[in-house]
């Protein structure tokens, strides 16, 4: 039961804003304060602390108050502070190109772009929650189909001045996409949107597999294989015996086969499988900007409000490529942001 006057009353207007979606990706305490749901996040904090009071794991109380809010909460770079950082998303497939750019990307024309990300997209409710966004200058080369998807963020060109307002015929902008449809420009953009929002809100960042990077994810593969490993087997042996009449059920049903699906592609790779680059998709920033471009195809067919009723019975951890225990979070410590 809801109180009268409670925070959580927002709740009609946390997915939705008079019938239309909120185009954000996935933003931390930075943002949500800045979009103003202070009150909210207060109220998601006290229940999560009251749920594990009375003994709840901690999986249990995300799952409650992400269910009551709309907020959850991950974990942090290794030996950063706080160990679990507060989160929300709201649907990212309500982005749209607007102006100039609906003429520059139409089908047939292969063109590149350089301006403000205000001048591309309209995306209100992502400058509301980080309004320098909305001056951060991207480079979107449109090329014709079956062209290599390609992205960047470079936080190094993010700051003050000279990060936004580069001459058109700079090509070195902060945030850059190659794509051979509008489709996969689009996800991709909002993939190194992602990774800005990352090195803003101190969330794990993206990865590369350049140089010394690349050996640093093979090595965090192989670490996290291991656990892979042993979860793969936990989660086999949570369920019934293969002779048990529920043992089909308890296959098919959506949490087993994430779990399997997610432990079994890390704990057994393909024979051929490139460590390095297994390694910077499992890096918690990789995957959860694929999980923003994965999340705006998964509902984009939906209308604002259908989309917001399936956002929260499909809750982002849920829908990551990879799960949580088996990524490795750190912050990146060079001028290389990973795609």
């Known amino acids: 039961m809801v109180r009268p006057n409670d925070p959580r009353d927002e709740l009609s207007g946390l997915m939705t804003d008079n019938g239309q979606a909120e185009p954000v990706n996935f933003f931390g305490e930075r943002g949500i304060i800045k979009l103003g749901k202070k009150a909210l996040l207060d109220e998601a904090k006290k229940l999560h602390a009251a749920d594990l009071a009375k003994g709840a794991t901690g999986a249990e109380a995300r799952d409650r108050v992400y269910r009551d809010t709309g907020f959850y909460t991950q974990r942090g770079p290794a030996g950063a502070a706080p160990s679990l950082q507060w989160k929300m998303e709201t649907p990212s497939f309500q982005a749209r190109l607007k102006g100039d750019a609906l003429e520059e990307f139409k089908p047939q024309t292969f063109d590149t772009v350089q301006r403000p990300l205000e001048d591309i997209l309209d995306y209100d409710a992502l400058f509301a929650g980080d309004p320098e966004l909305a001056r951060l200058r991207a480079t979107l080369n449109f090329r014709p189909p079956g062209t290599r998807t390609t992205g960047g963020y470079n936080y190094t060109l993010d700051s003050g001045s000279t990060g936004y307002a580069r001459p058109a015929q700079n090509f070195n902008d902060p945030i850059t996409v190659t794509a051979g449809s509008r489709e996969d420009l689009m996800n991709t953009l909002l993939h190194e949107i992602q990774h800005r929002i990352q090195h803003m809100e101190g969330f794990p960042e993206g990865w590369s597999t350049r140089g010394g990077f690349g050996d640093v994810a093979g090595e965090q593969f192989g670490k996290m294989q291991d656990i892979a490993k042993r979860r793969l087997g936990e989660v086999l042996q949570s369920g019934p015996p293969p002779d048990d009449p529920n043992w089909l059920e308890w296959q098919l049903r959506p949490e087993t086969q994430r779990l399997l699906g997610g432990y079994g592609s890390v704990a057994n790779p393909p024979s051929n499988a490139d ?11 990789e995957t959860e900007a ?8 998964i509902f984009s067919l ?38």
Request: hydrophobic share 35%; net charge positive.
């Open 302 to 339: 939906l209308t604002p409000d259908e989309a917001a009723a399936a956002q929260r019975l499909s809750a982002p951890w849920t829908t990551q490529d990879y799960p949580e225990d088996v990524t490795w979070r750190r912050r990146f410590a060079s001028n290389a942001g990973g795609k």
């Open 290 to 297: 694929n999980n923003a471009a994965n999340r705006a195809k």
């Open 275 to 285: 460590r390095n680059f297994f390694g910077y998709r499992l890096s918690a920033g």
